[in-house]
C-alpha cells in the first residue's frame, strides 16, 4: 500500500511510519511540526518508500499519485498543548478531518481516524465501552480537545454513510513509550525526568485517579490490525489494566533508583477524569488484539529514551 500518516513526525504517528515501513508499505509522512518533531523520523531520511510533507492540514492536502489509506494523526494530544493552542485543536480536528476524509474520497482509500478515550469526558460508566456516549463538558478547558475529536467521530461516520468511504475509528487510551516529548504535560514526561533528576515526583491530589497505560508497540499493532480489518464503529485501544496515579509513581520510583519520594499538590485541570480504563473486548473479538508488554519492561524502554534526550 501508499500510505498518508497525518501527524507523522508526532510520537505515535512515527512509531506507525516505522510499522507500515517495515511490512513493506510506502509511507508518506505530513506534519506542521507544533507539536511533532523532525527528530522522531530523521532516521527516515533517504529510505526508498517515504517522504515527508511539511504541511498543515487544515488547508487543501494535495498528495501526487496513488492513496491507498489515510491514517489521520494530526492533533494536539496533552492538555498543555491543547490548551496552549486551542484554536489549532479545533480546527485540525474539524478542518483537517475534512481535509484528510476528502483526500480519501477523492482517491478511494481507506481512512482511519485518530479519536481518544476524552471522547468518554470524565465517564460515568466503568470500564468505558464504544457504546457508551460520554460525559463532556463542552465549554470546559479540555471541551476544545474533547469536543474535536467527537466532531471528527462525526464527520468521519457521515463520509462513511454519506459518500461510501471505507473509515475505521480507533479511540487511544492513555499510551507512553520511546519519542514523547519532555515537555509534553501528560503523566509520563512528568515522572520519568523527576525521577531521573532525583526529584519527588508531582502528584496532584491525593493520587486516586487511575489510568491505564498501554506502551506504543502494542497501540501499532492494534491500529494496524484495524486498518486490515472491515470494522467501521469505534474500536477502543489501550490496556485494561487500572492502576492508581500514586501506584504508578512509586513504580517509576522503584525502577529508576529514586529516593525522593512523592510531592502532593492540589492543582488540577478543570475536567480531568477520575478514572479511565477501556474495556477492549471489541478489540479482542473482532483484531484479536490485546496489550502484551509489561508495564514494568515498557517503562524501562522509555526511561531509556528519557535519558538519551534530557
Not at 475536567?271 to 479482542?284: K, L, S, V
Request: proline content about 5%; charged content about 20%.
Amino acid at each position: 500500500m501508499r500510505l498518508l500518516i497525518t501527524g507523522g513526525a508526532g510520537f505515535i504517528g512515527s512509531h506507525l511510519c516505522d510499522r507500515f515501513l517495515a511490512e513493506g508499505h510506502h509511507v508518506i509522512a505530513m506534519d506542521n511540526l507544533l507539536t511533532g518533531n523532525i527528530r522522531n523520523i530523521e532516521h527516515l531520511a533517504g529510505h526508498e518508500r517515504f517522504q515527508f510533507i511539511k504541511h498543515d492540514v487544515t488547508n487543501f492536502i494535495y498528495v501526487a499519485g496513488p492513496v491507498d489509506a489515510v491514517l489521520h494523526f494530526a492533533s494536539p494530544a496533552s492538555p498543555i498543548d491543547y490548551l496552549k493552542w486551542p484554536i489549532q485543536t479545533l480546527k485540525v480536528g474539524a478542518l483537517g478531518t475534512h481535509k484528510a476524509l476528502g483526500l480519501a474520497k477523492d482517491k478511494g482509500a481507506k481512512f482511519l481516524i485518530a479519536s481518544t478515550s476524552e471522547v468518554y469526558g470524565d465517564p460515568l460508566v466503568h470500564p468505558q465501552v464504544e457504546t457508551y456516549a460520554g460525559n463532556v463538558d463542552p465549554i470546559g478547558p479540555r471541551g476544545v480537545y474533547d469536543e474535536a475529536k467527537r466532531f471528527a467521530e462525526a464527520m468521519t461516520m457521515a463520509y462513511h454513510r454519506y459518500h461510501g468511504v471505507n473509515t475505521r475509528i480507533v479511540r487511544i487510551f492513555n499510551t507512553y513509550g520511546p519519542r514523547m516529548r519532555l515537555e509534553d504535560g501528560r503523566v509520563v514526561p512528568n515522572f520519568i525526568p523527576q525521577a531521573l533528576r532525583g526529584r519527588a515526583l508531582t502528584v496532584y491530589g491525593d493520587g486516586a485517579q487511575t489510568r491505564s497505560f498501554c506502551y506504543v508497540a502494542d497501540l501499532v499493532e492494534g491500529i494496524y490490525r484495524l486498518l486490515q480489518s472491515e470494522e467501521h464503529l469505534p474500536v477502543n485501544l489501550g490496556n485494561p489494566h487500572e492502576m492508581s496515579i500514586l501506584d504508578f509513581a512509586q513504580l517509576i520510583n522503584k525502577i529508576t533508583g529514586n529516593q525522593a519520594g512523592i510531592a502532593y499538590e492540589d492543582k488540577r485541570i478543570q475536567g480531568d477524569p477520575q478514572t479511565r480504563r477501556p474495556d477492549i473486548t471489541r478489540a479482542q473479538t473482532i483484531l484479536g488484539w490485546e496489550p502484551k508488554v509489561d508495564i514494568e519492561d515498557g517503562l524501562r524502554l522509555t526511561i531509556d529514551h528519557f535519558r538519551k534526550v534530557m
